[in-house]
């Protein structure tokens, strides 16, 4: 999606906030800047342009297939084959989505949820997919940090952030937000979604499963201390490891916002080109897979 830039944790006193959503193709996946950068186009805040033409694909109507029907074509009821986890149960509150939103969101990014906790220098980092009526208080705050507003853009009542966050949530599955929990607390705001089915697809040469990321490191105490940098390399090593059919990370910050493209290049994304998009002019960050262990 078309949002947000990291700024806050690249070792700078601005806070880092990645464009990684709403901010490149409409306001998030999700923005702008991944840390204090509004989201690009990409269709997760319902403002901006998100009218691709896009049918669902093949591997996510299978797999609706096969949980409606078993093996001898008879309907199966109150089956469900995708593995019960501790993280999903407990932090993402389903609700308000319909079964279908859910899988999606399972075939689509690979069930984030699952994806665990992961150790760092800094501590203990889990990426928590979030829940509106626990999440909202805190994601308003910080996007109402002028830091963030410059970039994001859903600064004002929690209702903005709330929008923004529950058009990803009951969507298709191609986004989710996240919150970033660092040795049990939150800290940061994370988006993550397909870049290759994304409105952000139309301005660069997308490959199949391009997953794009967005941060906003939200505490202040937390910015200028190069952890940005730090847990975007974290996150992106995360995805390349449980979602083995995507061989890039993908992100959009914003060409203004230089503390989030530092973040980004500290944590062996390469500057790819400057693309120009509908609410930017940004940056196009990549890690490949094939230069993880170089960059």
């Not at 859910?102 to 690979?110: F, I, K, P, T």
């Not at 996150?235 to 890039?248: G, N, T, W």
């Not at 994304?269 to 490949?288: G, Q, T, Y």
Request: charged share 25%.
């Amino acid at each position: 999606m078309l949002p947000a830039d990291p700024i806050a944790g690249t070792g700078s006193a601005v806070p880092v906030t990645c464009d990684a959503g709403p901010d490149a193709d409409s306001n998030p996946g999700s923005g702008a800047d991944p840390g204090a950068g509004a989201p690009a186009d990409s269709g997760a805040d319902g403002h901006g342009e998100d009218t691709m033409d896009l049918r669902l694909p093949d591997e996510l109507i299978a797999f609706v297939a096969e949980e409606e029907t078993g093996s001898d074509g008879s309907r199966r009821t109150g089956h469900e084959t995708t593995q019960p986890s501790v993280s999903r149960t407990a932090t993402r509150d389903t609700s308000s989505l319909s079964a279908l939103t859910v899988r999606a969101e399972d075939v689509l990014l690979d069930r984030v949820a699952d994806w665990g906790p992961i150790d760092t220098s800094a501590g203990v980092f889990h990426l928590v997919p979030a829940r509106i009526e626990r999440d909202l208080p805190l994601v308003s705050r910080w996007m109402n940090d002028p830091a963030a507003e410059e970039f994001w853009e859903l600064s004002g009542p929690p209702s903005v952030t709330e929008d923004h966050m529950r058009a990803q949530l009951t969507g298709d599955g191609r986004s989710l937000p996240c919150i970033g929990v660092l040795d049990g607390t939150p800290m940061s705001y994370w988006e993550v979604y397909r870049a290759d089915l994304d409105p952000l697809a139309r301005h660069y040469p997308a490959r199949p499963h391009d997953t794009g990321l967005h941060l906003l490191v939200g505490a202040v105490a937390d910015r200028g201390r190069g952890l940005g940098g730090l847990l975007l390399r974290a996150v992106a090593d995360l995805v390349l490891a449980r979602r083995p059919s995507c061989a890039r990370v993908i992100a959009e910050p914003d060409i203004r916002n230089t503390p989030s493209i530092a973040a980004f290049l500290t944590a062996g994304f390469r500057f790819s080109a400057e693309v120009d998009l509908p609410a930017k002019r940004a940056a196009l960050m990549v890690r490949d897979r094939s230069l993880r262990h170089v960059l």
